[in-house]
């Protein structure tokens, strides 16, 4: 057994202890500190590549929590606009309080519109048909809200926080689905009641994401005195209006002109609202009797989330690229909270002043992916599995969906389903998790497409 030199034999009483004291203080901090970063399947996946390292160590050493954030990053303009979160009961506690600590923490004018009025977090929600026409209470799609008015949230069913599938005409069997369309109106009265001096209202839901300097870059290629209605362009019928979920912008001039116009024609437009399913459309409606008809905005404002974009294509003949996007649709909080840190981290760079497509997809995207991904779901859609098909036959392994992917230049992801079907795609997504899917991508071909479309000089906007 070593031995200790003479001259430090003294020390060694003094030395044992304080190092058991030193290591019990250090085991004890360790185990006192309960703080966990919890990071939900939609923002990370199985990895079973080498190459998803820089992933998990970023998700390892990611900033602090975002409410622990003690700035604000200067946002010039934003005093000027009216930032409306619609949002409802049933999803209200869930949704909101991310948003509170994150993307709403540092906007100067905001209003929270619900069903329901409450605190959450220090910002109580308005109920948004306080003023509306009483007779309205007897419709049946308001009862959900005669429940909550009269017990609270303990009148709620566990019907009323179930989820149902989307179909082509909305969710009409969910009691809170039903009542939202009723909200588009009177929040279009509540909003301009509460600031009927802002220059921009701009209206998002509790899943929607905002990047706020974008925005402010994008709204200075317009003047808030026209009459304009800024959103991502939807079709029912012959009627063209903004997707709600995407987020839209209404000028101030348009923004009394709307308001002006349904308070002389309320019960008119109550009943419009009646036999419609979607509130966003009846809105849309509304503002072309008052003269006012959508600026077309894709692709500042998508109906996706910013898992689900197809940062590397194009849509209506447009790429995507360069341009930068204002709002992501169906974010869970914790997709808000890892978009956040990126964003925060992206602005603390004080030259830039903008964040493309193509910053998002090379920077926050791209690490994440992964060439094979267990129960993950890249929404490869291609290829069928008929006689004119000419991929692998049904059930087909990894390895012979890869293959056939290969076999075509423009393939850069595939996927094989519970099914055994193999599907590919030339898109390049981050997917979203799904049990029994494995899904994959060609890295290289990414990379390389990353490659050619390069850096953007300056940003692309929708005028």
């Known amino acids: 057994m070593p031995t200790l030199p003479a001259r430090y034999g003294r020390w060694v009483p003094i030395l044992i202890p304080l190092a058991l004291i030193t290591l019990f203080l250090h085991l004890n901090a360790g185990f006192g500190d309960t703080t966990q970063v919890v990071l939900e399947p939609a923002s990370f996946g199985t990895v079973n590549e080498t190459e998803a390292t820089s992933t998990i160590s970023t998700s390892a050493t990611a900033a602090p929590p975002a409410e622990k954030a003690s700035t604000c990053h200067p946002l010039p303009g934003i005093d000027d606009i009216l930032v409306v979160i619609k949002t409802g009961i049933t999803e209200a506690q869930h949704k909101l309080p991310v948003h509170i600590r994150t993307t709403l923490r540092c906007i100067p004018n905001k209003l929270i519109v619900s069903d329901f009025e409450e605190e959450i977090d220090g910002l109580r929600t308005l109920d948004v048909f306080r003023n509306v026409s009483q007779t309205l209470y007897s419709n049946n799609d308001f009862a959900l809200y005669n429940r909550a008015r009269q017990g609270g949230r303990a009148a709620l069913t566990d019907e009323d926080h179930t989820k149902v599938a989307n179909s082509a005409s909305g969710m009409s069997d969910n009691p809170g689905w039903k009542l939202d369309k009723w909200k588009f109106l009177p929040m279009i009265q509540e909003a301009r009641a509460h600031r009927p001096d802002a220059k921009w209202y701009v209206f998002l839901e509790a899943d929607t994401y905002p990047i706020w300097p974008n925005l402010l870059a994008w709204l200075e290629n317009y003047d808030s005195k026209e009459k304009l209605y800024l959103g991502n362009q939807m079709m029912i019928g012959d009627t063209t209006f903004a997707h709600g979920g995407s987020g ?31 509130g966003d459309c009846v809105l849309g409606m509304a503002l072309a009797k008052a003269g006012i008809g959508l600026t077309w905005s894709w692709p500042h404002v998508t109906t996706q989330s910013v898992w689900e974009q197809d ?24 997709d808000v909270e890892e978009m956040w840190k990126f964003d ?4 603390s760079n004080d030259n830039r002043t903008f964040l493309t497509y193509g910053d998002i997809f090379r920077n926050f995207v791209r690490p994440m992916l992964t060439s094979v991904s267990d129960d993950w779901d890249n929404n490869a859609p291609d290829g069928d599995n008929h006689a004119a098909y000419l991929g692998p036959s049904t059930p087909a392994s990894m390895y012979e969906c890869a293959e056939h992917c290969a076999r075509s230049s423009e393939c850069m992801q595939y996927r094989v389903d519970e099914h055994g079907r193999c599907t590919t795609s030339g898109w390049a997504l981050r997917g979203l998790p799904k049990p029994g899917i494995m899904s994959g991508t060609m890295l290289w071909r990414v990379d390389a497409a990353i490659k050619q479309r390069g850096k953007c000089r300056k940003p692309k906007f929708v005028t």
């Not at 940062?311 to 909080?333: D, K, N, S």
């Not at 925060?344 to 602005?347: N, R």
């Open 344 to 347: 925060q981290e992206w602005f």
């Open 311 to 334: 940062a590397l294509g194009e849509g209506f003949g447009t790429p995507q690229w360069c341009f930068p996007p204002f709002t992501f649709h169906h974010m869970t909080p914790a």
């Open 248 to 278: 839209f912008v209404i000028s101030n001039a348009a923004m009394h002109a709307v308001a002006d116009f349904y308070t002389k024609h309320a019960e008119e437009w109550n009943q419009i609202t009646d036999r419609e399913w979607a």
